[in-house]
T-cell receptor
Framework: QQPVQSPQAVILREGEDAVINCSSS?????VHWYRQKHGEAPVFLMI?????EQKGHEKISASFNEKKQQSSLYLTASQLSYSGTYFC???????????FGTGTRLTVIP | DSGVTQTPKHLITATGQRVTLRCSPR?????VYWYQQSLDQGLQFLIQ???????AKGNILERFSAQQFPDLHSELNLSSLELGDSALYFC??????????????FGPGTRLLVL
């Protein structure tokens, strides 16, 4: 039930774009995205609910393809502050808890 | 600062012992979630309480138990500790709890080391 994230790690230069993918083998009700910096707690980015919506927050946006049971997180014009590990959390239809992926470590260098 | 507090920050104990981790949710939040984060397992959902009642259960071992008190703070009890229980334990809270489709605010975590 744990979603699969890809890539596992990515290194970007400031200003470059990145896409992080999250896919599940189960039908999803919602997908959550969090960012965690080393030694800190995960911080909420956004939730996408069933319905194929796309959300955006400044230069970070995400899409949710319900039929494909997958979500993608888009980071554009990356900044140094984007560095961290990104986790997707998936809520399976009928369940009431989140299953988190193993994370994608993003490093932005000058 | 998420508004979620956890104590203690660090805990070092020996195998076979029992410890209690404490979490206070954000003011007004009714749900508390417990997660375990170890290096090789990522974030694992353990259990959720909503307004004092268990709402959902994840990969929580029988040696672990939790409860939520009338003032909404929660405690996670870990007993017969093993080396593999060493991990970061996070508590998160959310306003409601009917589904997991709400923003969860994470506390700073308790780092447990079992020697």
């Amino acid at each position: 039930q744990q979603p699969v994230q890809s890539p596992q790690a990515v290194i970007l230069r400031e200003g470059e774009d990145a896409v992080i993918n999250c896919s599940s083998s189960k039908a999803l009700y919602s997908v959550h995205w969090y960012r965690q910096k080393h030694g800190e707690a995960p911080v909420f980015l956004m939730i996408l609910l069933k319905g194929g919506e796309q959300k955006g927050h400044e230069k970070i946006s995400a899409s949710f393809n319900e039929k494909k049971q997958q979500s993608s997180l888009y980071l554009t014009a990356s900044q140094l502050s984007y560095s961290g590990t990104y986790f997707c959390g998936t809520e399976i239809d009928g369940a009431n808890n989140l299953f988190f992926g193993t994370g994608t470590r993003l490093t932005v260098i000058p | 600062d998420s508004g979620v507090t956890q104590t203690p920050k660090h805990l070092i104990t020996a195998t076979g012992q029992r410890v209690t981790l404490r979490c206070s949710p954000r003011s007004g939040d009714l749900s508390v979630y417990w997660y375990q984060q170890s290096l090789d397992q990522g974030l694992q959902f353990l259990i959720q309480y909503y307004n004092g009642e268990e709402r959902a259960k994840g990969n929580i071992l029988e040696r672990f138990s939790a409860q939520q008190f009338p003032d909404l703070h929660s405690e996670l009890n870990l007993s017969s500790l093993e080396l593999g229980d060493s991990a970061l334990y996070f508590c998160a809270s959310s306003a409601g709890g009917a589904t997991a489709s709400e923003t969860q605010y994470f506390g700073p975590g308790t780092r447990l080391l079992v020697l």
